[in-house]
């Protein structure tokens, strides 16, 4: 097994995730509650059980991120 595939989802994004507000991510891509992000890097709910991304939600972060860069990216055309 490599290297990045033994690194959690969390940990690859790392360099990132302190610059995004994960509960208006959660809000905005998912419909979800602000801590619903938190929970789901963290691999566990509220109440301390496993949780875990499933592909569509996998697939709706990766869109997320997609449409954060390009929203950044215009903004910084306009400076």
Known sequence: MTMEKEMTLKQKLM???GAIDLGD???TYFG???AYLYHKFNGVDDK???VAFTADELE???G???DL???LRRAAEKI
């Open 60 to 62: 709706t972060l990766r």
């Open 48 to 50: 301390g059980n496993p």
């Open 32 to 34: 979800k509650d602000g």
């Open 25 to 27: 991510m959660s809000e």
């Open 64 to 66: 997320a991120f997609c």
């Open 15 to 17: 360099d990132v995730l």
């Open 69 to 71: 860069a390009d929203r």
